[in-house]
């Protein structure tokens, strides 16, 4: 079965930047579409970006994070820049429920085998 394990958050000065990684075993991560969600203390889970083989969806932080993939590395990624307070929150990622979506939306139902969750902390 695709296990998911995010990596690569930490505390950060506004202003700054992260990578965060989204390692994949049990299968091969291109196959499928992942999503990167976050979730503040309080609030409820938000998609922030997702990628398919054809292309990518991206909610209001588009412009300062960038999703990829490298797949020789069975690795999503999410570039993260000019992060601001209210970018904190753990950080997940998860692949789409059907196998090889040529495209994908940031819909939680539509998403299984979370990972645990990265923390990002954007504070001064």
């Known amino acids: 079965q695709l296990q998911l394990v995010e990596s690569g958050g930490g505390l950060v000065q506004p202003g700054g930047s992260l990578r965060l990684s989204c390692a994949a075993s049990?299968?091969?991560?291109?196959?499928?579409?992942i999503g990167w969600f976050r979730q503040a203390p309080g609030k409820e889970r938000e998609g922030v970006s997702c990628?398919?083989?054809?292309?990518v969806t991206t909610n209001s932080v588009n412009g300062r994070f960038t999703i990829s993939r490298d797949n020789a590395k069975n690795t999503v990624y999410l570039q993260m820049n000019s992060l601001r307070p209210e970018d904190t929150a753990i950080y997940y990622c998860?692949?789409?429920?059907?196998?090889?979506?040529?495209?994908?939306?940031?819909?939680?139902?539509?998403?299984?085998?979370w990972g645990q969750g990265t923390q990002v902390t954007v504070s001064s």
């Open positions: 998860a692949a789409d429920r059907i196998f090889a979506r040529s495209t994908c939306i940031l819909t939680t139902s539509r998403y299984e085998s």
């Open positions: 049990g299968a091969t991560l291109d196959n499928y579409a």
């Open positions: 990628i398919s083989r054809s292309g």
